[in-house]
């Protein structure tokens, strides 16, 4: 395999440390923030780089983590008070595959397909 596509932030491997998907570190570690700061005001940002990768594969694996942790936090009463912004920057950056063809334009080099939503508290968005 070409060291572009299974080595580095863009890589089309799935992304594992310690026998875990390194997206579920960043879920659990934000279920247990929500838990141990419940009546406190917070601020918490999680950050994934699971979507570089141009093939849509290595994201796939960001689903069920992300899922579990919005589930868990709704059941527990936890996003009551907290507000949830889910984003990505530009979308998928196929640098590889055109590299390999011989494209040098930047512009061939990141899609633009930014994405946001909000999730606001029902006492936020009854206001």
Known sequence: MNKEFSQGPNAIVRRCLFGKQVSEYVTEYAASF??????????FLAEFHDGQDF???AI???????????????????LEDTAIILFSD??????GLLSMVGSKKKQDYEANQPALFIN???????S
């Open 34 to 43: 929500l838990k141990a700061y419940k009546n406190e005001p917070k601020l």
């Open 55 to 57: 093939t849509g594969e």
């Open 60 to 78: 796939a694996y960001l689903d069920e983590p992300l899922s579990n942790f919005l589930k868990e936090a709704e059941e527990s009463k936890l």
């Open 90 to 95: 530009h979308g998928s950056s196929p640098h």
């Open 120 to 126: 606001l508290p029902s006492s936020v968005s009854k």
